[in-house]
């Protein structure tokens, strides 16, 4: 079973406060992603990691930065927290793209729960 | 650009009723894929199913089934004789050849017992 774990279900800090969100995912995927999830919004990405070290940004990249130094874990940092950051975020992770048109299901944990205050 | 529509906020049922989902795309590809996921209390989203572009059959999955049209672009969900344990957020995404998921809105589903 793929296992993605995140650090914390349940989060508040203050604003202004360096927040880091991470995720650690069991199954040796490649691709990594973090999502913010708002009411009637859906899921929006905010960045993405295709391999280590290696980032691209998503739809709401601002305010927001990634770290990817080992494959299995990929964290999101906030520099400088605000309340508009107030919000649930989810990691999924899946395989690479494979050759032709396939397309693989993203696996996701269990979300965070992020409160600025 | 990628749209997703989930014109239904929230659907409320009692148990054993039928309940269908709408979802309604928008892409300039000619190849993509879509998706169902849930979301139930605990937060952890579930894949459902995945369809792509090229495969207009529709589904079945014991309680479950799915209805694809590229005449409408709608990829819309049934389940049949609902359960509580079927209460849940429904997001359907979008895909191309490429990484991104494109989510709606979701719906917000809860069966009454």
């Known amino acids: 079973d793929v296992k993605v774990t995140q650090s914390s279900r349940y989060l508040v800090k203050r604003t202004g406060e360096k927040v880091f969100l991470e995720c650690v995912q069991d199954?040796?995927?490649?691709?990594m992603f973090w999502y913010r999830q708002d009411p009637g919004l859906g899921l929006r990405l905010i960045y993405f990691?295709?391999?280590?070290?290696?980032?691209e940004k998503g739809d709401i990249p601002e305010g927001y930065s990634v770290s990817r130094e080992k494959k299995e874990r990929f964290s999101l940092i906030l520099e400088s927290a605000s309340t508009n950051q107030t919000s649930m975020y989810l990691c999924?992770?899946?395989?690479?793209?494979?050759?032709?048109?396939?397309?693989?299901?993203?696996?996701f944990g269990p979300g965070t729960r992020l409160t600025v205050l | 650009a990628q749209k997703v529509t989930q014109a239904q906020t929230e659907i409320s049922v009692v148990e054993k009723e039928d309940v269908t989902l709408d979802c309604v795309y928008e892409?300039?590809?000619?190849?993509?894929?879509l998706f169902w996921y849930k979301q139930p209390p605990s937060g952890e989203l579930v894949f459902l199913i995945r369809?792509?572009?090229?495969?207009?059959q529709n589904e079945i999955s014991g309680r479950y089934s799915w209805n694809f049209q590229k005449s409408t672009s709608s990829f819309n969900f049934t389940i049949t004789a609902s359960q509580v344990v079927d209460s849940a957020v429904y997001f359907c995404?979008?895909?191309?050849?490429?990484?991104?998921?494109?989510f709606g809105a979701g719906t917000t589903v809860t069966v009454r017992a």
């Open positions: 999924a992770s899946s395989l690479p793209m494979g050759s032709g048109h396939v397309n693989n299901e993203q696996f």
């Open positions: 199954m040796d995927h490649e691709n």
């Open positions: 990691s295709y391999d280590v070290k290696m980032k």
């Open positions: 892409t300039r590809d000619t190849t993509y894929y």
């Open positions: 369809r792509n572009s090229f495969d207009e």
């Open positions: 995404a979008l895909s191309s050849n490429d990484y991104k998921l494109s």
